[in-house]
Nanobody, 125 residues
Framework: QVQLVESGGGSVPAGGSLRLSCVAS????????MGWFRQAPGKEREGILA????GRKTVGDSRFSISRDNAKNTVYLEMNNLSPSDTAMYYC??????????????????????WGQGTQVTVSS
């Protein structure tokens, strides 16, 4: 089982930025697709962005960007211009890259990924 450890969460004022990190315990096919999710209290977990080992990634909210450093088994989530509605627990997930026509995405990782424990992000107004 892949172990994932997120870090970088915290409390920031509205308009602030954070960079989340997620370190995977291994570099294997089981971490070829990685992504970020978040879950606010009382809401369902939602996908943010996902990225393959070759760098291909999904697109989403323009305030957020995803990247990975394969040499460090680490995926990052850069978040800018945060608002109170971004307050949530942020989770990292990792899984094998799917075969076409499926793509490395939040939808794929929800059903096929291993999960970290999460890191809390709180944005104050």
């Amino acid at each position: 089982q892949v172990q994932l450890v997120e870090s970088g969460g915290g409390s920031v004022p509205a308009g602030g930025s954070l960079r989340l990190s997620c370190v995977a315990s291994e570099d294997s096919d089981r971490t070829s697709c990685m992504g970020w999710f978040r879950q606010a209290p009382g809401k369902e977990r939602e996908g943010i962005l996902a990225i393959r080992k070759d760098g291909r990634k999904t697109v989403g909210d323009s305030r957020f960007s995803i990247s990975r450093d394969n040499a460090k088994n680490t995926v990052y989530l850069e978040m800018n211009n945060l608002s109170p509605s971004d307050t949530a627990m942020y989770y990292c997930a990792a899984g094998p890259s799917p075969k076409l026509p499926a793509v490395c995405s939040g939808v794929w990782l929800i059903r096929n990924g291993a999960w970290g424990q999460g890191t809390q992000v709180t944005v104050s107004s």
